[in-house]
């Protein structure tokens, strides 16, 4: 089974400051990985995702995320936030290969507030 | 591309009603869909999976009988809280997921029940 821990649940951090949510994550199989944005009672919107190749990945908003399968992670980063930044974090797994019900197995969540 | 509507975005209703939450995928045809729950402050629940033409399949500790999912088009899928009590009062979330791995989630709907 797979499974993803976020390890900050609060990030406070002002504008134009860089900042990085950590996620890491546990599995037996090969995974793709995801991180979403939720703003305030809003659905999700997909910021990247990692399934082959580099493992840098660059996303919209400015956001990128770096796999590092030795150490099982899928940090995101942004060198310099903007107010607009503060949302709720997601970062979420799903197996590869699967069947066609392929869940994603997500993270409890990073709120990042930045502050002027 | 990959858009995904809900509707109604907000709704109240009394306790011992029943509420039909839609999901439409609008440009592009989901074979899959998702639905979730969301708590506030929480990450989200997946409830069931949502595949055309055929049963939904729960997740362990939802009642099928009180949330009927109905996926009978490749752009819809439908959610029906049946008898809603108070505690169903939650952020319900949809997605839908083109061929490939990827899910594209609607803008919730809230769901209040007095």
């Known amino acids: 089974a797979q499974s993803v821990t976020q390890l900050d649940s609060q990030v406070p951090v002002f504008e134009e400051a860089p900042v990085e949510l950590r996620c890491n994550y546990s599995s037996s199989v090969s995974v793709y990985l995801f991180w979403y944005v939720q703003y305030p009672n809003q659905g999700l919107q997909l910021l990247l995702k990692?399934?082959?190749?580099s493992t840098l990945v660059k996303g919209i908003n400015g956001f990128e995320a770096e796999f590092n399968k030795s150490q099982t992670s899928f940090h995101l980063r942004k060198p310099s936030v903007h107010i607009s930044d503060t949302a709720e974090y997601f970062c979420?797994?799903?197996?590869?290969?699967?069947?066609?019900?392929?869940?994603?197995?997500w993270g409890l969540g990073t709120s990042l507030a930045v502050n002027p | 591309g990959a858009v995904v509507s809900q509707h109604p975005s907000w709704v109240i209703c009394k306790s011992g009603t029943s509420v039909k939450i839609e999901c439409r995928s609008l440009d592009f045809q989901a074979t899959t869909m998702f639905w979730y729950r969301q708590f506030p402050k929480q990450s989200l629940m997946l409830m069931a999976t949502s595949n055309e033409g055929s049963k939904a399949t729960y997740e362990q500790g939802v009642e099928k009988d009180k949330f009927l999912i109905n996926h009978a088009s490749l752009t819809l899928s439908t959610l029906t809280v049946t008898s809603a009590h108070p505690e169903d009062s939650s952020f319900y979330i949809c997605s839908a997921r083109l061929p490939g791995e990827t899910q594209y989630f609607g803008p919730g709907t809230r769901l209040l029940v007095l």
């Open positions: 979420a797994v799903s197996r590869v290969p699967a069947g066609n019900n392929r869940k994603l197995i």
């Open positions: 990692y399934l082959s190749g």
